[in-house]
Each structure stands twice: as structure tokens, then as C-alpha cells.
């Protein structure tokens, strides 16, 4: 029972557009949002979150949103660089329930 | 101003060999947070522990696997008799307090079975 879902295991977008990621979660009880980002054998860093008392948070480049009615948040980054280019974490707060992961593939 | 760190980034063992793997949270973090990621997959939670106290460990295997966080020195996640299916790399992560928001991952260790 995958609480929280990421249903695009990949993605590719040229530079300087916008990436979306998605990501679909089934817990209503869930306050608390974040996005991590992952680089080949690293640990996952946090990008940006959210809460559940908000539909949206803006951090530079990067734009959180939150459908609280769909259970939906998706995460935007515009405009997209090569440096970008990594596996995508949505992840629901408290010991955190991560999604399967969004490869992100930004291309010049 | 350290991140999390853990040691080994790289570990090899047999079938049934145990396996230690370390971590240190930031400063002033109390709270530790294991997570394993087989490969393929996202990040599992498997146990969140604070000072001398495992606070959930509902995602532990039952058998083989135990975790702790003494008061002094690092948490520590312990793998006994390990098979090719625990192959798999495993995330620290740390956090200030239990309502504190956002954890910080250490850069993880690779676990391999031969």
C-alpha cells in the first residue's frame, strides 16, 4: 500500500524550460510535505516542503503546490539547468513515506 | 558545521556475516532515522530512535535487524546473518526534534551480499 506516489519514474525537458514533477499521496491525515532531491550515490537533500495549511510555496527556482482536494502537490522548476538533473523525492512528513522517485533528465 | 555522516560508504559481506553500519547526526540533532533503499525503489522508513530509546520501529524486519542510539557515540544499524536480499544502500537521517520538520540525510552505505 503505497501511501504516497510518484507515477513518472522519469522525465526529460530541455533547459531554461519548466519541469513539473507529481506526486499523489492517499493519507488525508498528512500535514506536512517535502521534496528531496537525490544525486547518484549521495544522500537525499531536501529541497522545499510544504503545509498542509498552505497551497503553495515558492523557494527561487523552485515552486511547491499542494491540492489538498486531489491529494496532489507537484513540484516546479523553472527554468530548468542541467545541474537539475537527478531522482526526485516527494515525501510526507513524520517518518517520512517517500515516493518510488521521478528521474529527472534536464538537456541542453 | 558537519552534515550526517556514516561509515562505511561501502560495505562487503558473506552470507551470514554481520554487518555494522554507523552514523553520526548533525550537532545538536537528537533524533536518527534509518531508511533503506533497494535498488529500483524509493527510500523505505525502518526506525527512528532518539537517545537510548527506539521510538518506532515498525519498519524493521522482525528477525536480524536491530538499531540503536547510545548516549554516547554514534546510532548504530545492525544487520545479523545477512543474505543477498539485504543487499541495499541505507540512509541515516537526523533531525533536531520530533516536531522539527525537516530531516537531513547522510550520504549512506552501500551494503553488498556476495
Known amino acids: 500500500d503505497q ?12 533547459e531554461g524550460r519548466i519541469s513539473i514533477l507529481n506526486c499523489d499521496y492517499t493519507n488525508s491525515m498528512f500535514d506536512y510535505f517535502l521534496w528531496y532531491k537525490k544525486y547518484p550515490a549521495e544522500g537525499p537533500t531536501f529541497l522545499i516542503s510544504i503545509s498542509s495549511i498552505k497551497d503553495k510555496n515558492e523557494d527561487g527556482r523552485f515552486t511547491v503546490f499542494l491540492n489538498k482536494s486531489a491529494k496532489h502537490l507537484s513540484l516546479h522548476i523553472v527554468p530548468s539547468q542541467p545541474g537539475d538533473s537527478a531522482v526526485y523525492f516527494c515525501a510526507a512528513r513524520g517518518k517520512l513515506i517517500f515516493g518510488t522517485g521521478t528521474r529527472l533528465q534536464v538537456f541542453p | 558545521n558537519a552534515g550526517v555522516m556514516q561509515n562505511p560508504r561501502h560495505l562487503v559481506r558473506r552470507r551470514g556475516q554481520e554487518a555494522r553500519l554507523r552514523c553520526s547526526p548533525m550537532k545538536g540533532h537528537s533524533h536518527v532515522y534509518w531508511y533503506r533503499q533497494l535498488p529500483e525503489e524509493g527510500l523505505k522508513f525502518m526506525v527512528y530512535l532518539q537517545k537510548e530509546n527506539i521510538i518506532d ?16 557515540g554514534p546510532s548504530i544499524l545492525r544487520i545479523q546473518q545477512v543474505v543477498r ?9 537526523s533531525s533536531l526534534g520530533i ?16
Open chain 1, 3 to 14: 501511501q504516497v506516489k510518484q507515477n513518472s519514474p522519469s522525465l526529460s525537458v530541455q
Open chain 2, 57 to 72: 520501529e515498525s519498519g524493521m524486519p522482525k528477525e536480524r535487524f536491530s538499531a540503536e542510539f547510545p548516549k554516547e
Open chain 2, 85 to 93: 536480499g539485504d543487499s541495499a544502500a541505507y540512509f541515516c537521517a
Open chain 2, 99 to 114: 516536531h522539527a520538520d525537516t530531516q537531513y540525510f547522510g550520504p549512506g552505505t552501500r551494503l553488498t551480499v556476495l
